[in-house]
C-alpha cells in the first residue's frame, strides 16, 4: 500500500457570508431606530432652606386608635361620627386654614376611621394632610 503524502490545504473561514449578515442587521437597525428630539423645558427646582422651615404651620396630630377612637393633639374624642371630630379639629386649628392634619392611625386600625378624619378635615377646611409612618428599624423595636 502506497499512502500518498500530499499538501494539504489547511481550511479556511469565509468571512463574507459573516459580513453581509452584519450589514443587514446593522440596516434593520438603522432603520427600525426612532429617532425623537426631546424638547428641553426650563425647571426651577425648589430649594431647601433651614429658616423657612421654622415658619412651618401649625401641626393638628389625629390619632386613630386600633378600635377606632379618635384623639386630637392627645384629647381622646367622646364620640366617632364625622361631626364630632370636624368640630374637634376645627377647634385645634383655631380657625387658620394653613394648619396640617397629620393622621397617626395604627396598623390594624379600620380604612374607615381614616376616612372620617380625612372627610372630617375637608369640612374643617384644612386641606393639608399627611400621614405619620414609622421606620422598619423602629417597628422591630
Known sequence: MHFRHGSREEPEINLIPFIDVLLVVL?????STTYSKFTEMQL?????????????????????????????NRTVLPDRSVETVT??????????????????????AAHQSVITVMEAARRAGLMQITFATQSAAQAGR
Open 87 to 108: 368640630a374637634a379639629l376645627a377647634a385645634a386649628a383655631g380657625g387658620a386654614k394653613d394648619n396640617v392634619v397629620i393622621i397617626s392611625a395604627d396598623a390594624s
Open 44 to 72: 426651577r427646582l425648589p430649594v431647601a432652606d433651614v429658616e423657612a422651615q421654622r415658619d412651618y404651620p401649625k401641626e393638628v396630630i389625629v390619632a386613630v386608635s386600633a378600635d377606632g377612637r379618635y384623639s386630637i
Open 27 to 31: 440596516i434593520f437597525l438603522m432603520l
